[in-house]
Structure formats: C-alpha cells, structure tokens
C-alpha cells in the first residue's frame, strides 16, 4: 500500500497538479472517502489477522455486494427484481452456512 502511495505522490509531484483549484465541496467529498477506505483497508488486515480462515474475511466482503444492491434499491429506488432478490438471499444463506 506504501508503494502505491508513493507512486502516486511522485505522479502528482511530476504533473504540477495544484490542489489550490478544488472546491470546498470537492475536498468535503474527498475526505470522507479517505476516511472510510483507510479504515476499510485498516479493519481488512485485522480481520486476517483474526480470522481463523481467510476465506471468511473474503466472503463476507464479496457479500458486501447484497449490502448494496438492497441500499441502491432502497436509496435510488433501483430495480429490485426476483432475480436480484434470489441472489441475495443465496448469498446470505451461504454466508450463515459458512459461519456456522
């Protein structure tokens, strides 16, 4: 993760880019989303850490993913079809499976 950090410092130092430009609203919506993919990255490596298999850690991350689809319908009132809906629920019946 350092590595990454670097080479993008050194891409920003190298192109002159100027934060001076960016809008207030610009750097309210950027740290947040500084914030919470540090902590997600932060909380990733503790829960490999703790975990007694790794694989719990990336299931439960990949199903995330039925997290999202229910909040993108509820939000954005998005489709929310029968196909969706199975998947969903495949998706947490395999995780309360796996856990038990």
Do not use: C, H, R, W
Request: without cysteine; charged residues 10%; proline residues 2%.
């Amino acid at each position: 993760m350092t590595i990454v950090t670097v080479i993008i410092f050194v891409e920003i130092m190298m192109k002159k880019i100027s934060f001076a430009g960016l809008s207030k609203f610009q750097i309210n919506t950027l740290i947040p989303i500084g914030i919470f993919s540090t902590s997600f990255n932060y909380f990733m490596q503790v829960g490999f850490d703790l975990a007694p298999n790794v694989g719990y850690v990336n299931a439960t991350n990949a199903a995330s993913i039925s997290l999202l689809t229910l909040m993108s319908a509820i939000l954005f009132k998005d489709d929310l079809s029968l196909k969706k809906m199975a998947g969903i629920a495949g998706v947490t019946i395999g995780l309360f499976i796996l856990f038990l």
